[in-house]
């Protein structure tokens, strides 16, 4: 009899694991399509992602079941052991991530970002394997709801993760007219290490071109503990290496990602001669791309894509953390009405 029942549970399982393949399967086809056809559609990327991390994830389930039913030692110790070894792997790196970045970049709320991530981690963990039964309405709702919301978001951030790489090892697309160089912190009326890299991550671009050359446009105004603007900087740097002041267009107005890609279109708008639109990219830290290209996007600035420039390695993390939150800001009511969709399902749950 409880052979019987074990047998019925674990084809019910089987197949509701199949059922959700085939359903993300076809997310998957959809959204990969959308991203075909436009490469910097965020929300149909994110969907693109996410349906494969839920497909890898049915896939390793019922390739766990199949190792487990059929008593392989070696390989029910490697499928039971990966998750958990996974898991201190990331909480360790991030710990230790957490200390360098503090010691390099001073304890900030920002330098805690990874550490914070590290504890929700486990925290999520504990509450999906070590919490025991939950009597009570409301903690059953609180606890589906905290369990759903997390996940869903942490599965989010994979996505981000993914489509952000994915999208900078794409080719860059060539003959471009102009090159908008995204501005960032000077030091002592210099570039620091990091705008430089985006100023250089252009020059690349700029001397690949052959012939006919695209034109710089450094954006980026001047802050008030700043001894000359970014914009000054850059075309400082610029001219220092053999780029003709000609090539150079400067936009020292902005003081954000928005501003740069709204006032530099105005300055390409009042450059450009011909009667068809010009093919414009623009160059930023690697991490900040994804989001730069939202701003892009929002003020119809036809750039065709975003050239990363290398960063520290042990500053990333941080960096991806800050921007997924900026993007989920920036797509604050998908946000909340997801949020409002998982709330509505911890309530059936529990009611």
Same mark, same amino acid.
Do not use: C
């Given at each position: 009899?409880?052979?019987?029942?074990?047998?019925?549970?674990?084809?019910?399982?089987? =197949?509701? #694991?199949?059922? /959700?393949?085939?359903? &993300?399967?076809?997310?998957? +086809?959809?959204?990969?399509?959308? @991203? $075909?056809?436009?490469?910097?559609?965020?929300?149909?990327?994110?969907?693109?992602?996410?349906?494969?991390?839920?497909?890898?994830?049915?896939?390793?389930?019922?390739?766990?079941?199949?190792?487990?039913?059929?008593?392989?030692?070696?390989?029910?110790?490697?499928?039971?052991?990966?998750?958990?070894?996974?898991?201190?792997?990331?909480?360790?790196?991030?710990?230790?991530?957490?200390?360098?970045?503090?010691?390099?970049?001073?304890?900030?709320?920002?330098?805690?970002?990874?550490?914070?991530?590290?504890? =929700?981690? #486990?925290?999520? /963990?504990?509450?999906? &394997?070590?919490?025991?039964? +939950?009597?009570?309405?409301?903690? @059953? $709702?609180?606890?589906a709801l905290a369990v759903m919301v997390y996940n869903t978001f942490f599965l989010l951030f994979i996505s981000y993760l993914l489509y952000s790489f994915l999208y900078q090892i794409l080719p860059t697309p060539k003959g471009a007219n102009y090159l908008i160089v995204l501005g960032s912190y000077v030091h002592d009326g210099k570039v620091t290490p990091l705008l430089q890299s985006r100023v250089d991550r252009a020059l690349s671009y700029y001397h690949q071109a052959g012939e006919i050359k695209p034109k710089f446009v450094v954006s980026?105004?001047?802050?008030?503990?700043?001894?000359?603007?970014?914009?000054?900087?850059?075309?400082?740097?610029?001219?220092?290496?053999?780029?003709?002041?000609?090539?150079?267009?400067?936009?020292?107005?902005?003081?954000?990602?928005?501003?740069?890609?709204?006032?530099?279109?105005?300055?390409?708008?009042?450059?450009?001669?011909?009667?068809?639109?010009?093919?414009?990219?623009?160059?930023?830290?690697?991490?900040?791309?994804?989001?730069?290209?939202?701003?892009?996007?929002?003020?119809?600035?036809?750039?065709?894509?975003?050239?990363?420039?290398?960063?520290?390695?042990?500053?990333?993390?941080?960096?991806?953390?800050?921007?997924?939150?900026?993007?989920?800001?920036?797509?604050?009511?998908?946000?909340?009405?997801?949020?409002?969709?998982?709330?509505?399902?911890?309530?059936?749950?529990?009611?």
């Amino acid at each position: 009899m409880y052979n019987q029942v074990r047998h019925q549970i674990e084809k019910v399982g089987y =197949s509701m #694991l199949t059922t /959700f393949i085939y359903l &993300f399967l076809a997310i998957f +086809i959809i959204a990969g399509l959308a @991203i $075909f056809l436009d490469k910097q559609n965020f929300i149909f990327a994110s969907l693109l992602m996410f349906s494969l991390i839920i497909i890898l994830l049915a896939l390793y389930l019922r390739l766990a079941g199949w190792i487990i039913d059929r008593q392989i030692p070696v390989l029910n110790i490697l499928i039971i052991l990966l998750p958990p070894v996974l898991l201190v792997t990331v909480v360790v790196w991030l710990g230790r991530n957490t200390s360098i970045i503090s010691h390099k970049e001073g304890k900030s709320f920002t330098a805690k970002l990874s550490l914070f991530l590290a504890l =929700s981690i #486990l925290f999520d /963990f504990y509450l999906i &394997f070590f919490v025991g039964n +939950i009597h009570g309405k409301f903690l @059953i $709702f609180s606890y589906a709801l905290a369990v759903m919301v997390y996940n869903t978001f942490f599965l989010l951030f994979i996505s981000y993760l993914l489509y952000s790489f994915l999208y900078q090892i794409l080719p860059t697309p060539k003959g471009a007219n102009y090159l908008i160089v995204l501005g960032s912190y000077v030091h002592d009326g210099k570039v620091t290490p990091l705008l430089q890299s985006r100023v250089d991550r252009a020059l690349s671009y700029y001397h690949q071109a052959g012939e006919i050359k695209p034109k710089f446009v450094v954006s980026g105004g001047q802050g008030s503990d700043e001894s000359i603007s970014e914009v000054g900087a850059m075309r400082n740097y610029l001219l220092s290496v053999g780029v003709p002041d000609s090539d150079i267009l400067v936009e020292d107005q902005s003081r954000n990602t928005f501003e740069n890609f709204m006032f530099s279109k105005e300055k390409i708008l009042e450059d450009w001669q011909s009667s068809k639109k010009p093919i414009i990219l623009f160059s930023t830290s690697n991490y900040h791309v994804t989001r730069a290209t939202l701003f892009a996007k929002k003020i119809d600035l036809d750039a065709r894509g975003g050239m990363g420039a290398p960063t520290s390695f042990y500053f990333l993390p941080t960096a991806l953390i800050r921007e997924y939150i900026g993007i989920l800001s920036y797509y604050r009511l998908l946000t909340f009405l997801l949020f409002l969709i998982e709330a509505f399902l911890a309530y059936l749950l529990a009611y």
